[in-house]
């Protein structure tokens, strides 16, 4: 009975005792043609090289094999990828709901979120909602329309003009400005922002020479005050040995004479 057990493919290259074939056409590790040989002596030059024997192409006949180090490959690969990753630009649409008869403070709002979106490089759907008798006047909806697009006019155009649909009137606005210079831009500017940051750091911390003058000023306080304490301790002394002495007197002059002898 056949059976299958499904599984995941690899999709990595075969290396050294994976690869299953009797010869190769071997590359060198500076791209050198060194050209078909048996796969025993590939893996014995790789070893001699301390690389990798990693197949590159497979489909040719015979395979296609390199002398590389597979696991700097491999990161080297990972990182570009990662570049690739982060400088790609993903065409993202925002929609933006308004009401016919909306608030002019509603409006600046919703007219911010638009300009933000624009400065992004990212389209924006702008949707007129209409309901009850709103329905009849779709001129309300598409004064407002026009009145949004001419006010942010210097960060996008009018991508699609106002169409009704339904209860809703539509329209798309796009940016002037591309994704990925927006992007570009938005990692300039915080940059000089961080820059910015460390800049004001250096400038509040101390300096070495006025840590150093503080610590004299801080210690010449200190004997000061140690000076004056030993000093007010002094004559606390001195005032009770004083008074010692005048409680003795003051005994002497108390006690009764002895009577003289007969």
Same mark, same amino acid.
């Given at each position: 009975?056949?059976?299958?057990?499904?599984?995941?493919?690899?999709?990595?290259?075969?290396?050294?005792?994976?690869?299953?074939?009797?010869?190769?056409?071997?590359?060198?590790? #500076?791209?050198?043609?060194?050209?078909?040989?048996?796969?025993?002596?590939? $893996?014995?030059?790789?070893?001699? @090289? =301390?690389?990798?024997?990693?197949?590159?192409?497979?489909?040719?006949?015979?395979?296609?094999?390199?002398? *590389?180090?597979?696991?700097?490959?491999?990161?080297?690969?990972?990182?570009?990828? &990662?570049?690739?990753?982060?400088?790609?630009?993903?065409?993202?649409?925002?929609? *933006?709901?308004?009401?016919?008869?909306?608030?002019?403070?509603? @409006?600046?709002?919703?007219?911010?979120?638009?300009?933000?979106?624009?400065?992004?490089?990212?389209?924006?759907?702008?949707?007129?909602?209409?309901?009850?008798?709103?329905?009849? &006047?779709?001129?309300?909806? @598409?004064?407002?329309?026009?009145?949004?697009?001419?006010?942010?006019?210097? $960060?996008?155009?009018?991508? #699609?003009?106002?169409?009704?649909?339904?209860?809703? *009137?539509?329209?798309?606005?796009?940016?002037?400005?591309?994704?990925?210079?927006? *992007?570009?831009?938005?990692?300039?500017?915080?940059?000089?922002?961080?820059?910015?940051?460390?800049?004001?750091?250096?400038?509040?911390?101390?300096?070495?020479?006025?840590?150093?003058? /503080?610590?004299?000023?801080?210690?010449?306080?200190?004997? /000061?005050?140690?000076?004056?304490?030993?000093?007010?301790?002094?004559?606390?002394?001195? =005032?009770?040995?004083?008074? =010692?002495?005048?409680?003795? =007197?003051?005994?002497?002059?108390?006690?009764? /004479?002895?009577?003289?002898?007969?």
């Amino acid at each position: 009975m056949w059976c299958y057990r499904g599984g995941s493919i690899s999709t990595e290259p075969r290396i050294n005792d994976r690869i299953r074939v009797p010869e190769v056409r071997l590359v060198g590790p #500076s791209g050198e043609q060194v050209g078909i040989v048996p796969l025993a002596k590939a $893996l014995e030059l790789a070893q001699e @090289y =301390d690389l990798d024997l990693v197949e590159v192409a497979a489909s040719a006949r015979p395979p296609v094999c390199k002398l *590389m180090d597979y696991g700097k490959f491999k990161y080297e690969s990972a990182m570009k990828a &990662r570049e690739a990753r982060k400088n790609q630009a993903h065409t993202v649409i925002k929609e *933006m709901k308004l009401r016919p008869k909306i608030d002019p403070h509603d @409006y600046d709002t919703k007219k911010g979120h638009v300009v933000r979106f624009l400065k992004q490089g990212d389209k924006v759907k702008i949707t007129i909602m209409f309901r009850g008798r709103e329905q009849s &006047r779709p001129e309300l909806g @598409y004064r407002l329309l026009q009145r949004l697009a001419s006010d942010v006019e210097d $960060l996008g155009f009018i991508e #699609s003009n106002p169409k009704q649909d339904g209860r809703n *009137m539509i329209m798309v606005l796009g940016p002037h400005k591309k994704k990925t210079e927006a *992007m570009a831009e938005a990692r300039e500017a915080q940059a000089a922002r961080k820059a910015e940051r460390q800049g004001v750091a250096a400038d509040e911390a101390p300096s070495e020479e006025a840590l150093v003058e /503080e610590g004299t000023e801080v210690a010449e306080a200190e004997a /000061e005050i140690e000076a004056d304490v030993t000093e007010a301790e002094a004559e606390t002394e001195a =005032d009770v040995t004083e008074a =010692d002495v005048t409680e003795a =007197d003051v005994t002497e002059a108390a006690s009764p /004479e002895a009577p003289a002898e007969a």
